[in-house]
């Protein structure tokens, strides 16, 4: 007999410590669907856009962005979360092209790392402009792209 599981079988029972210290057991979601995720360090190179917080409304950062901008709302990524002024969760969910342009943001982040992107990010807005920024312009042609919600899940 194994210790191991494998795709299809049964979980056994247990019962774990949630992000708020709340006892959750298996057997609480009866008859549901469950995932789990683990992860093995967060916020470190390891860490995945999908055990980190996606979201973050009321964002003094995209209030920021929005007055520098001129813009009544914002959403803007920093690393794995996209900030968000003016705007909820739900409407971001429901406006599939600033979703699709958001993530992809995140997995530019992702992709570059922090210090890289900060320093390509900030070359290339003052050399070319917000508008022709080889990132941005990645983001507006992939904000179609509904694919890029397949990389994330989102709570």
């Keep these: 007999m194994t210790n191991e599981l494998e795709k299809g079988m049964k979980a ?57 901008l001129h813009k009544d709302n914002c959403a803007m990524v920093i690393r794995h979360t996209i900030h968000l002024h003016q705007i909820t969760k739900a409407a971001i969910l429901q406006d599939e092209r600033l979703l699709c342009h958001e993530l992809t943001h995140v997995m530019q982040w992702r992709q570059q790392g922090v210090v890289k992107f900060l320093l390509l990010y900030s070359w290339y807005s003052l050399r070319y402009g917000y508008y022709q920024n080889p990132f941005e312009k990645e983001a507006r042609a992939k904000e179609n792209d509904s694919s890029i919600r397949d990389h994330f899940i989102f709570k």
Excluded at 27 to 39: E, I, N, S
């Design 12 to 68: 056994p029972a247990f019962a774990l410590k949630d992000q708020h210290g709340n006892k959750v057991a298996l057997k609480d979601f009866k008859g549901q669907k469950v995932a789990l995720f683990f992860y093995p360090e967060d916020d470190t190179p390891t860490c995945t856009v999908e055990a980190c917080n996606l979201f973050k409304t009321n964002s003094w950062l995209a209030k920021l962005a929005a007055a520098i």
